[in-house]
Each structure stands twice: as structure tokens, then as C-alpha cells.
């Protein structure tokens, strides 16, 4: 079928602000969003920019605005999308190229939440694994399947506000060590994510939670986060 | 290099967030409301003209009616949420819910004004 | 030049392999880690079923165990020496990425869980032995996350979305890299004393692939031009279980759950193939069977896919026939919950791409391109030899995928390349600092910069109206169609010349855009020469090998020739044409012997 | 594995926290007065005969004169009381509401300040203001 295809376009050598540019392919229903990009970069225009790599979902390279709404290409097809598509750059982030936006802020944002595992106690005297129940390991699945793609963060509306908030990416990353047995850095990333451009930016506006494409309860996470600071219950 | 990260008030509003986003900014609309509404409301207690004039306008108590009820129940739910976090996986319908009762009790504040309007 | 700088360790690739070895050389040297990619999109995320360590959390199990499935997964074409160190390792890598904070999934007692994948077995029973150590169906995913935050609290440097273009080597010895800035297309030269190449795969040489865009080969093509050899390039294999048409990867690790392939006619085929461990044989096994199966008219529909079941009700009937049992010795038995909690992510592609939800339906599968198994030649501690003597270029080292050890030979037993990338990483990264402690700094060239501005030139002022995107699908094709799981002299004969026609008329390939800034259509076209060279040489390489084993089938050459191929290729590059020497496999413990699974 | 509580100075229970359980705090209460005011205002209708749409109208929409709330206001001391926390209850919801809405806006810590400063004002104007009102009448 014919799918009309509209993009955000802006090349900060020339252009001084963005516009849009529409491009009618053949695609099939089936198709993701990426291989309509890939079609339109290989066949139309060239100078087409987004970044992609595994094209199934898992690497998080891909996030944009599709039809008003975060998505990732390559994991959203085209008949669940319809025939007009629109595609934009993530909100809130500075705007390289085309659907391209500045990922730093982002990171710097995930590095505050110290993101690694804190353990100085000493390992189990065999030298072996330290030990964790399934059900402890359960806690905090969930976050432990986010891609870092920054769909959520950009789609907050705290975050377009100002870029200080640490967003529900950086949010999670935290939520991941906070609940986790073998940690033992709660309280620091507690005391972080307590400041103003903590959690207390979160107004549980549900986007994060939306735009998702790992399916992570997001704002439930950052409402955990929250009532440990109350209760400092961590199981 | 780049382009400006600024969202504008209008760009945020179309940002396709479904019910959930819609009962955020209608809370963020309500909340601002009720604050001044409140503070009318005192300046009215102290006597100032201008403030009970507004107030006696129809049309602005059905504002305040619509937005206030709005953020009073939004708000207990939000509230139910926060406390139990258990329950967000379930905001769907939580908020299902809350549309439900809202339209209710909105329906049955606005008669009463429009009624009051119209009798007083 | 503006952009120089100088580190003494240089790690190009921030994949598992590259995280390590910056970890690990970090630790003493001063060290960067390049990557075209912000690091947490390597395609290491991608791997899902898990990585091998004798643990026996379960069951018992022993390094020794782990090394003959390896040697014997490899058709005895993997180096022994190295096999048996890494297996050896093993158990303490995986200790050490649990230490390091990786949520791997747990056994009732709380230890890190296991379960069976194609290949490892009990050696003295022949049943499946349970050695993937995972984390759901995302361990690769954790790896990457959990090697990416010790990074970050180890406060390595990284240079993210760089792209390395070209090795500088001076008077033999590794003097750095050139890299090109994604966001602003400087260059910039990068001054080491040690550089490390851990760039991943190629697998987007060919059309179905569960690889990513990123997976150009770029490292070995760099290190070819260089005059360096590549190793064992016509090994590469083929994973049996892709998603039909798109390649996306089902892991084995569904199969170690108990699910099984079914063919056109609602069979069950693999115990006609494997007897013994039937759908966990290893994987050139398992391709070559539904291959098999689909050539005799026997694929879905008469086309060229197959089934993956794992329903519930089938894995129980099976299992049932099987006497398959879970670790208490119980039968083995599922739920459709045990299939949503042990495979999330394979549910949720299945139901995605395909709108099917593998709960109740049957996944349409077929053999993806998935990992090569030859690379850049390296001896176990990361250092890269260049022939059959064991000369290393000083400076020089290679991990991961893009490196070839070789501990995968012929064929890479699921789990192991994700062991790999943990130990070799770790030990390229320490040897490469302790190099660097002794070294003295190599001379930078002048302008060393000039061969990738000229490349670039070259890209950008190209006179013709070759089409990227069509030259890429044209290599594709004809790769899988003619190189892929069989193989015969004739088709790969004239994939090879079609290759050197692609690489023709790649010379006069335009790129349109010519800003600086993100210019992707220029990158893309750059690492579609490195495709080209790479699909060359392995077209070449298998071309020559005139036997079958593991992931090399040949039609024409249907038996394993261990008299006259018992031996690794080197294939090297010297003004424009091919060289093919070898090197000797090492065979300590286990004499070659015939497979059967 | 015992479960893992951290002692109250280890877990970020700072100002922002504070807030956060205060207005939820406050909802809870505001309920309550609400609950209250209503069931008072039921049991006033059946004195007064006033029908119920009247008193949900002049419960929630204040007049100058003849107001049925403002005659009540003065009718008791306890419901001076309830209606003085109402006001001070409303107040800091309501204040501490804005002041989430500009931080979420602007900052800057020096802007940050300013509307902290801000906000705290207004609160203790206007509920010294409700104050005198209702006890002065
Ligand atoms: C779908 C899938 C599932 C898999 N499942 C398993 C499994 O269950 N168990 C297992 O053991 N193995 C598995 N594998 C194999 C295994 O995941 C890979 O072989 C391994 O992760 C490769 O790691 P690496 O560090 O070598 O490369 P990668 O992780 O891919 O890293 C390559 C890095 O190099 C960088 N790079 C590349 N070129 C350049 C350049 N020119 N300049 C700068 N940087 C560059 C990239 O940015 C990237 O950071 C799987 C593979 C796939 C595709
Ligand atoms: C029963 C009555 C009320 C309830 C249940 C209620 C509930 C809430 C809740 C739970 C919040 C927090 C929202 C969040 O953090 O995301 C909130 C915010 C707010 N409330 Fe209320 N409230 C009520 C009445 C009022 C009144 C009377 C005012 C005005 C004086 C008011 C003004 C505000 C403001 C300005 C906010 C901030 C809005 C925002 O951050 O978007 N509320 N309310
Ligand atoms: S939480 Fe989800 S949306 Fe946010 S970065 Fe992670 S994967 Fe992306
Ligand atoms: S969208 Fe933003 S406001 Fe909270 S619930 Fe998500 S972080
Ligand atoms: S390309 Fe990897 S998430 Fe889309």
C-alpha cells in the first residue's frame, strides 16, 4: 500500500529553523516505521538522519515521535500507525539533524543516579554468588528492562518544563539499585533523588509510562521511589 | 549547534498522551483555578466588591464548579495511588472510575448553580 | 590538528567485549573507549539466552564437561589450548558479573539459575546439562547494563559516537586510531600506546540476519587494509531459530524450556537428525536439519520456513516422551505463565511482529545469519598474531565477536560468545595495559589523518549514480542465497564475482549529503565498504575450503576432512588480491572424532 | 534476608518529601472538612428547612450579605474552628500546588528562592487576613 510519509526535517548547516517534508512510499502493512526511514534514506533522500542499530527494539536507538506520540521505529508497524505518518524529533532534547536529538543531557542525567552497584561488604566467604531469593530478584525486574531510549523522559511533561528534572529514565535506573537485596546505596540515591529536580517534579502524568515500548510500569516505579523516602521500606 | 530544546505550552498540549496526560493538565487547570477562586474567596470574606461581583457571575461559578469537583476527585485518586503504589498498574481503570463519578457529581453541581442562577 | 589525543590504551567498540577490556586496562592505564554508539546499544543487548559456566547450580557439571562440548561444538577446529582456559575462567567470570551487580535469575536457594542449550551436555550420560547462566531471555542486555555502570563508577573515559575509521601503524607497531566525530564530522587522531579492537560482527552481509545496521565488520575491514590477516572467515553461523523474513532472534534458550520444531506436515523432525539430544543439537545441526526439511518439501506451505512450538500442551507431551525432568527430578512441565515469565521478550516480539502470541500459536521460523566465528587472529590474551608463528603486532589486540581466538571453530556453541567476550575482554584489556606500561609511545604520523579524509573524498565525490541502499541489498542476496548455510563451487563462485562487481561499482558511488554534521549517508556508504570487503573474503575463504564442517556445508564436499583441513585459515590482502596461508589447529585433550549430537 | 528499612535521616526525607506526604496529608483532611461541613450543612437544612441545593450552593460560593455560611460562620465557636482549618488547610495545599507549578518551570536556584519567598508571603498574608475575617465577625 501507498503510505504517505511526513518528517521533521532541519540540517543545522543550512536551515535556521525546521519544516516538515512528505514522502510517499510502497510499504507493506506489516512493515515497521524503520524500513520505511531506511526506503525513504536509501531511495529518496540520502541525507535523511536517525540513528537505528538492532532494529528489533533492544538497543533503544530509535526513539521519535510518531504520530504525536513516542514510539520506537523498529518496533512499531505500519498497520498499527494507518497510512499517514507523521515523524518527529524527541521533545526536550536540543535538535541535531533531522529526527537526531543532543542524548547527553539524558545520560548526564542517568550517571546522577550513581548506577552501579553499592557493596562494600565483604563476598560470601566461598567466593561465590551472593545469594538473592527469587522473589528478591522479582522486585525489581521490571526495571532492570529499560534501553535507555529516552522515550519516557521525553515524553514528560516536567521534563519539557526544564531539563533539570532528572526524568523517569534516570528514575528507574535508580529504582533498579534501590530495590535490589544486594545493594547497599538506597540511601544515597534516595537523598539525590529527594532534591527538587527529584521525584517531586513527577506529577504522575502517566506519558512515561505511555511511551514505554519496554512496557515498564514507570510511574508505579516512581511511585515506589517516593513512598520509600516516607516509609524507607525497601522490599 | 541545534535546535532549541524549548517546548512550547502548545507543542506539549498536542503531545499525544491519551486520558492519563488529560487528567494531568486538567488537574495542573483545576489546581490554578481553585487558587484563585481561594484567593477571591477571601478577598470576598474581607469585603472587596470586585471579588463578589465575579462570583456571583453564573458562568464563572460553573467554571470553578467544573474544574474544582474535577481536581477534588482527581485528587483523591491520585492520592489512593500514591499511597498504595501496588495499584498504578491499574490506572486504566481508576480512572474509568473516576470519569464515572465525576460526571456525576459535576452533573449535579452544575444543576444546582444553574438552578440558583435561575431562581436567585 | 586541532583534535589530538593522547591515552595509552585505546579501546575501539564499547560492546561487552570492549567495556571489559576498558574496565580492566582502566585499572592501570590511562584509557579511552570509542564507540560509534552510545555503548548501551551494542549488540551485545541483543543476545538473550544466556552465558555458560560449569556452576552445577543445579545439577553436576565441570569445566572439563564445558571444554569438550566446546572443542566438540567447534568440530574440533577451535584452538584447545584456548577452549580449556576459557571454560577453565569461566566459573569465575560469571561469579564476577553477579559481584558486579548483574541480575541473573535465581534458584530456590537463591544461587544464579541455569538452564540447558543446544550442546552442553553431561558428558558421561549424553543428556542435556543445564549451564546458561541468564537473566530472563535478556542476558546479554544485563551484561552490557551491568559492564556499562562499572564503567561509570570506574569513571572510564568515552568518546560515544566516534566512529573509528582507520589503525595507524608505525615501523610494525600499533602508534593509534582516527576516528570521526558523529556529531560535528571532525576528525580526530587518537595517540596509544595500545589499541583494542572489540567492533562486534558482520552479519549484515547477509539478508536475514538477527544482527544489527551497526554490524559492518568495521575492525577486521580496517585491520585487512592494514595488511593484517583474518581468520577462519568462512565460518559463519547460521542460528536456526529467526523470525520468519525479519530474522529476529528466537533464543535457543526457548528450546531449553522444552519447545520443539515442527515441519510442514505438523512433524516433529529434529529427532531424525539428533537422536540423542534431538532439538538441543548444536546449531549448524539444527540449521542444516530445517533446511533439509524445507529442500524435501516439507517447510510450511511449501515455503521456506518452520515451526517453533512452544505451546504448553505440546512441551508437556514431549517432555512426557522424553522423560524430560526438572532439576528436582520431577517431570518437566509448563504453563503458559512459565512461558511469559522465562521468555518475556520472545512473547512480546512474537505478538509485535508477527501478531502471534506463542502461548497458544506456532512461530514461524527460519535459519538467520547470526555470529562470525572467524575475525581478527588473536593468541588468548587479546594480542593479535599474524601467522602461523605466532608473531603479534605490538600494540595490536582484538576481543569479542570481530576477534576469532579461535575458541568458536567451525561452530560457536550458544552461550559461549557471550563467555567469550567476558574473559578475552578482561584479559586483552590487562595485557594490554601491562603493554603499555612497558611501551614506549609509537610515533604519530604527520597527517594521519590523510587516508580517511581521502576515503571520505572519495565517498563524497564519487561520479556515478551507484545506489547505496541497492549495492547493500544486491551483497545481501546474493550472500545468503550462494554463501549461506549450504554451499556449493559453483554459486559461491559467482557470489565471489559478483562481490567483485558490487566492490566496482561501489567506486562510483555519490553521496549526496555533504554536511558535516550526523552526515549518516556518508558513514553508511563507508561501512558498505567494509561489507564488500568483508563479504569478499569470506565468499574467498569458503570458496577454498574444500571440506564440511560445522557451520561450513558444502554440497559438492558433504564429509569433514580432517586430513587435509584440519587447519585454520589466514586470509590477507595484499595490493588488491587475496592470500590464503594456514595456521594449525591446537589439540590437547580431545582428538577429533565424529560428531554426533 | 531480613527486610531492609532505612532509619528516617537515610532516606531523603527533606523538605520536598515532607510536602509530598503534606498534600496528600491535606486531602485527607480536606475530605474530612468537607464530610463535615456537609453533614453540618444537612443538619442545618432540616433546622432551617432550606433545601439542600441551597446549602451546597452557599457552602461553596461565598455572599457578602444574607450569606447562609456567613450566618453559620458566626453561629458557633466549633465552627469557626472548622472553617479557620479549612482555610489554613486550603491555603498550604494551594500554595505549596503553585510553588510545584513554577519549579517545574523555572530552575534556576535564585528564581527558586524567590518563589519560595514568594509563596510563603502570600500564605501568611492571606491566612492572617481568612483570619481576621472569621474571627471578627
Ligand atoms: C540476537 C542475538 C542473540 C545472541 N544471544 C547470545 C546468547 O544468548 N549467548 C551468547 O553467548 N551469545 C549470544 N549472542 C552473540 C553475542 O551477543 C555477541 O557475539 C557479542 O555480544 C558480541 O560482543 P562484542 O563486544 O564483540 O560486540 P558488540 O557488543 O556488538 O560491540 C561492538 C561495539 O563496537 C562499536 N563499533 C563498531 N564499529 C566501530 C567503529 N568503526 N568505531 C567505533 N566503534 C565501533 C560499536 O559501537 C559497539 O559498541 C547473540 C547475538 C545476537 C545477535
Ligand atoms: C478536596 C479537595 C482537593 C483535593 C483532593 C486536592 C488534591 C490534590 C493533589 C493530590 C495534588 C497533588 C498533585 C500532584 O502532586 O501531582 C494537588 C495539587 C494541587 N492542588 Fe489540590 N486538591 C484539592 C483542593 C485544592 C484547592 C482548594 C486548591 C486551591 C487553593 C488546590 C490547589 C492545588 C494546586 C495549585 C496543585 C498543584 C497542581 C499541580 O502540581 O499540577 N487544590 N491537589
Ligand atoms: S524506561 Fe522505558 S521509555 Fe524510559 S528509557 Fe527505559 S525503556 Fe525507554
Ligand atoms: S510523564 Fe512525567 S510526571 Fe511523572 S508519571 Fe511520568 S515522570
Ligand atoms: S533500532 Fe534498536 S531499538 Fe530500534
Redesign the interface.
Known sequence: MEVTVKIFR?????DK??HYETYKVEADE?DRVLDVL??I???T???L?????????????DAMRI???NHLAC?T?IRDVGANITIEPL????????L?V??DPF?DNY?KML???I?DSP?PAD????????E??AR??ES??C??CAACTT?C??F??????YGPAAIIAAHR?IF????EG??ER????????????C?????C??ACPR?I?I??AI??V?????????? | MGLNRNVDLLTGLRYKGQGPYLTFILHRIGGSALFIFFTLYILTLAGVEFAHALFSNALVQIVIVVLGIFHAINGLRITILDLFPKLIQHYRVAINIEWAVYILICGFAIFVVLRSAAGG | MANIHQFEVIVVGGGGAGLMAGLYASKTAKTAIISKMYPTRSHTGAAQGGISAALGNYEEDKPEWHMYDTVKGSDYLGDQDAIEFMTNEAIDAVLELEHMGLPFDRTPEGRISQRPFGGHTNNETGKPVRRAAHAADRTGHMILQTLYQQCIKNKVNFFDEFQVLDFIMTDGKAAGVVAVELSTGELHTFHAKSVIFATGGYGRVFEVTSNAYAYTGDGPAILLRKGIPLEDMEFFQFHPTGIYKLGILITEGARGEGAVLINGKGERFMPKYAPTVKDLASRDVVSRAIYTEIKEGRGVDGKNYVYLDIRPETVNKIAAEDGRTNPDGSPLRITGEVVLQKIPDIVDFCRVYLGVDPVTQLMPVQPTAHYAMGGIPTNKFGEVVVDDKGTIVPGLFAAGECACVSVHGANRLGTNSLLDIVVFGKHAGLKAAEYAASAEFAKMPEDAESASRSEFDALRGGAGNANVYDLSNEMKNVMFADVGIYRNEKDMQSALEKVRELQKRFKDVKVGDTGKIFNTELLNAWELGNLLDIAEVVAASALNRKESRGGHSREDFPDRDDANWLKHTLITKKNGKLEISYKPVVITKHQPKPRIY | MAGRTLPLSKRGFNFETTMWVFTRFTVVAMYGLIIAGLIGGLMMSAKTGANLADIFYWAFFPNKAGNVIGAYIGATILAKLMVSAFVLVVCGHGVHGVLEILDDYFSAPRVRRWSRNFIISYAVVASLIAMYVIWNR
Open positions: 532541519y540540517n543545522p548547516e543550512q529553523r525546521g506489516n531506511e526506503l534514506k536509501g531511495h533522500d540520502g541525507s538522519a536517525f540513528r537505528r542499530s538492532c532494529a528489533h527494539g533492544v538497543c533503544g536507538s504520530n504525536g506520540r518496533k508497524l521533545l526536550g532534547l536540543k535538535v541535531a539533524k533531522d537526531i543532543d542524548m545520560f550517571k548506577p552501579y552497584m557493596n563476598l567466593g561465590k554468588e551472593r545469594l538473592q531469593s527469587p528478591q530478584r525489581f525486574d532492570t528492562k534501553i535507555m515524553s511533561p516536567s519539557w518544563a526544564s531539563d533539570e528534572y539499585f535490589d537485596s544486594r545493594d538506597a540511601s534516595l537523598q539525590v533523588l529527594s532534591e527538587t529536580d527529584g521525584v517531586a517534579r506529577h504522575t502524568a502517566f506519558n509510562t505511555n512496557d510500569h510511574t508505579q511511585g515506589e517516593k513512598l520509600a523516602m516516607v516509609t524507607g521500606k525497601l522490599d
